[in-house]
């Protein structure tokens, strides 16, 4: 009885323990969890970026890794220059009118190998924090298979997630809402 008493305190010990040492974001610890697999996009591959966009050189995303100056990302015309993928209330689903923007940039980054963007992922205000941090990481994630499906290296891709935190429009409504459940894909430099 002792045994057991002890075995006990000490698995909840470690769960308090692994629970306080969080950071949150894309983490390579918290992925399991979420369906990446160690050498996928949540893997040891790329540099490691947190919910707050720090890099793990202390550096924000983005800095020093070169401009992305093609003009065919900054053509108003071209597909690539849409660079938001919206999704349902509570869903990770890419919708069937995001397929074709996701494929044009999936055909870029294979084309460009040297290229990499950063899959921030963001949810709208209803439900925990906790639970929206997950639900943008599952939407960053949802988007970073359909681009590996379609050639893309796991290293041009890092998955970052800010839940609820950076909504891209304020309100408490439906409209607003629809625009923050998002996944905004953001090349180097940009």
């Not at 000490?10 to 974001?25: D, R």
């Not at 939407?139 to 839940?163: K, W, Y």
Request: charged share 20%; net charge negative.
């Amino acid at each position: 009885m002792k045994l057991l008493r002890t075995v006990l305190m000490l698995m909840v010990l470690g769960f308090i323990l692994n629970g306080c040492s969080s950071k949150g974001g894309a983490q390579d610890a918290g992925m399991a969890g979420l369906g990446a697999d160690a050498g996928g996009v949540g893997g040891t591959s790329g540099p490691r970026i947190s919910k707050y966009g720090q890099g793990g050189d202390g550096g924000m995303y983005g800095a020093g890794k070169g401009r992305a100056d093609d003009p065919a990302l900054n053509d108003p015309s071209s597909p690539l220059s849409k660079r938001v993928i919206y999704f349902m209330y509570d869903s990770y689903e890419v919708l069937p009118e995001y397929q074709s923007v996701v494929s044009a940039h999936a055909g870029y980054l294979a084309s460009h190998p040297n290229r990499n963007v950063v899959l921030e992922g963001h949810a709208d205000e209803r439900g925990s924090p906790e639970y929206n941090v997950a639900l943008g990481e599952q939407r960053g994630q949802a988007v970073a298979r359909m681009l590996q499906l379609q050639g893309v290296n796991n290293g041009q891709l890092q998955v970052v997630s800010f839940g609820e935190e950076k909504p891209a429009v304020p309100g408490h409504d439906e409209s607003a809402w629809q625009q923050n459940r998002r996944v905004e894909i953001s090349y180097s430099g940009q």
